[in-house]
């Protein structure tokens, strides 16, 4: 590699920094030439060592780690998604938002019976507006949904929420809501 530059976090904030001229794979390590180790302290300026050659065993990256083609968690399987949130968490990466994806993978099924749950009662409530008054009705219900979960997924990204609640908060929401709707139509 050529013109290396490797990052490690602990805990969200930049830990070591290397700078190197190159890095070549050799005997199961990784050998940097030419550059410099950055170690940042909060009280004070960063200490900096320069290197001509030099192993760095903590970095366990291999060239297949390197050359595997990373997509978006989005595009994960949860297999997937798992095992890069254990790969940046090991190198001291914030993994919130792998965390807030694989819950939401497992709430967002849960939506439509919510949904449902909540649709229900209104249904039967407006039965005198129409076919078109329950098409908006529906309407606005799935934006509702759609943005609630997306505001809530931006509050567990941002560390507001928990990751838990992040994904599961719109269908708590809806799922109270359709129960208040239901307990008040059969009355």
């Known amino acids: 590699?050529?013109?290396?530059?490797?990052?490690?976090?602990?805990?969200?904030?930049?830990?070591?920094?290397?700078?190197?001229?190159?890095?070549?794979?050799?005997?199961?390590?990784?050998v940097f030439h030419d550059g410099y180790l950055r170690r940042?302290?909060?009280?004070?300026?960063?200490?900096?060592?320069?290197?001509?050659?030099?192993?760095f065993d903590e970095i366990r990256e291999t060239p297949r780690d390197l050359l595997e083609v990373v997509g978006e968690p989005e595009e994960m399987t949860l297999g997937e998604l798992r095992d890069q949130a254990h790969r940046i968490a090991s190198s001291g990466g914030d993994v919130t938002r792998f965390i807030v994806d694989?819950?939401?993978?497992?709430s967002?099924?849960?939506a439509s019976f919510v949904v449902i749950l909540l649709g229900a009662?209104?249904?039967?409530?407006?039965?005198?507006?129409?076919?078109?008054?329950?098409?908006?009705?529906?309407?606005?219900?799935?934006?509702g949904y759609y943005i609630l979960l997306r505001v809530a997924q931006t509050f567990g990204l941002n560390g507001t929420l928990p990751a838990w609640a992040a994904a599961w908060l719109p269908n708590i929401v809806f799922m109270?809501?359709?129960?208040?709707?239901?307990?008040k139509t059969r009355k």
């Open 1 to 30: 590699m050529e013109d290396v530059v490797v990052q490690q976090f602990a805990g969200g904030t930049l830990a070591h920094r290397i700078d190197a001229k190159t890095a070549v794979w050799r005997d199961g390590h990784w």
């Open 102 to 106: 694989e819950h939401s993978r497992w």
């Open 176 to 183: 109270v809501a359709g129960s208040l709707a239901f307990w």
């Open 121 to 143: 009662p209104l249904a039967g409530a407006i039965r005198r507006g129409g076919h078109a008054l329950g098409f908006g009705l529906a309407l606005l219900l799935g934006f």
């Open 40 to 55: 940042f302290r909060e009280d004070g300026p960063p200490q900096v060592e320069a290197f001509r050659e030099r192993v």
């Open 108 to 110: 967002f099924p849960f």
